[in-house]
């Protein structure tokens, strides 16, 4: 079975950082799209990033670039998501999720079909 298992939110300061971890397992790593959302409270799903492990192609939401980074240790079988500068906004449960690479590397939720259990991340000044 394929497995996801974010961690690493908690509460930062405005401005602060946090990394998150997404520890996969049940399929071939480097096969499969590695996709970071979240959700605000009261708000949709919100993509932010994915990357594709295999060449460590990325892609970024307008709303998260120059402040976040993806990343991924192939050995480790996990993605990380590196969060600099953060912002009330940026306050949301944080999802990984993963579908396969044949699909091609987006922000499109509905590409994603397997999806692990949210971190909570609350920014506060």
């Known amino acids: 079975d394929v497995q996801l298992q974010a961690s690493g939110g908690g509460l930062a300061q405005t401005g602060g950082s946090l990394r998150l971890s997404c520890a996969a397992s049940?399929?071939?790593?480097?096969?499969?799209?590695i996709g970071w959302f979240r959700q605000a409270p009261g708000k949709e799903r919100e993509a932010v990033s994915s990357?594709?492990?295999?060449?460590?192609?990325?892609v970024y939401a307008d709303s998260v670039k120059g402040r976040f980074t993806i990343s991924s240790d192939n050995a480790k079988n996990t993605v990380y998501l590196q969060m600099n500068s953060l912002k009330s906004e940026d306050t949301a449960v944080y999802f990984c999720?993963?579908?396969?690479?044949?699909?091609?590397?987006?922000?499109?939720?509905?590409?994603?079909?397997?999806w692990g259990r949210g971190t909570l991340v609350t920014v506060s000044s």
């Open positions: 999720a993963a579908h396969d690479s044949l699909y091609g590397l987006g922000l499109y939720p509905e590409y994603y079909d397997n």
């Open positions: 049940g399929f071939t790593f480097d096969e499969y799209i």
């Open positions: 990357i594709d492990p295999d060449d460590g192609r990325t």
